[in-house]
């Protein structure tokens, strides 16, 4: 195996292995869990780090998150062998290569990684397109009809930004208006906005009806939120 094979092999898959990272993180986000939360959780199990009594508590409380657990698990150890094999294999096979430009290439190749890695976190543009494309096909394999996916967008102090996509109206929803299903008496919640199928955003109104296929942007507690739309015997 050539040096320039086995670098870009390894840089290969790198980028795998970070793009895995990220699409587990936007799984776990649709279970209810904060975006730093779900990172730090998907970096612990594909690093096998392990975690404490109650970081645990997180992925014990849900069989969705303890299946989606055993599979980044899984991944984690996967890469870990082969990322360790071929770093092995590598540089046993080192023969005659000038030192300076083997340095130059893995120099070149961490550099190569370093800004695309930057650019799916950083430009808004890039991730939130890889993260809503992740988010599609995650409700429709994890949940279909099973309970309303939701994505923590922004936490403020005791209550949060969230998007909620509506797979199955929940019944203090179910064909009412707004104004007749305390949501802000009850739940103390308040919805932004309504996002259509076509990406059309709507005014939120009292007479507004939610719908199925509808995305709502909403503030509140996390509780409350996942109290509104999420069962707990259908979640689990």
């Known amino acids: 195996m050539s040096t320039n094979f086995a670098i870009l092999a390894f840089f290969t ?13 936007v799984l776990f986000r649709l279970t ?8 730090f959780q998907v970096i ?13 508590e997180l992925i ?7 299946k989606l ?15 360790v094999s071929m770093i092995l294999n590598f540089f046993m096979r080192l023969t005659g290569e000038d030192s300076f430009q083997l340095i130059v290439k893995v120099i070149v190749a961490i550099i190569s990684l370093i800004i695309i890695w930057y650019s799916l976190l950083k430009v808004n543009f890039v991730k939130n397109n890889f993260d809503n494309f992740i988010a ?7 949940f279909k009809n099973q309970h309303n996916p939701i994505m923590v967008l922004g936490v403020f102090k005791t209550e949060v930004v969230a998007e909620v996509s509506i797979t199955n109206t929940p019944e203090e929803l179910l064909n009412k208006e707004l104004k007749n299903s305390h949501v802000r008496s ?3 919640l308040q919805i932004l906005t309504v996002i259509k ?14 719908e199925k296929g509808d995305k709502i942007i909403i503030f509140g507690t996390l509780k409350n939120i996942k109290k509104l739309f999420i069962k707990e015997k259908q979640f689990q």
Do not use: H, W
């Open 13 to 25: 898959l790198m980028l795998t292995y970070l793009l895995i990272c990220e699409i587990f993180t």
């Open 32 to 39: 209810g869990l904060t975006e730093e939360t779900a990172r």
């Open 44 to 56: 612990s199990m594909l690093t096998t780090c392990g975690f404490t009594t109650s970081e645990s």
């Open 60 to 66: 014990t409380s849900s069989r969705k998150r303890k």
């Open 69 to 83: 657990a055993f599979i980044t698990i899984l991944f984690g150890y996967i890469f870990s062998v082969t990322i």
């Open 136 to 142: 599609q096909i995650g409700i429709k394999a994890m």
């Open 186 to 188: 009850y739940y103390n």
């Open 197 to 210: 199928d076509d990406d059309r955003s709507e005014p939120v109104t009292g007479d507004t009806i939610l």
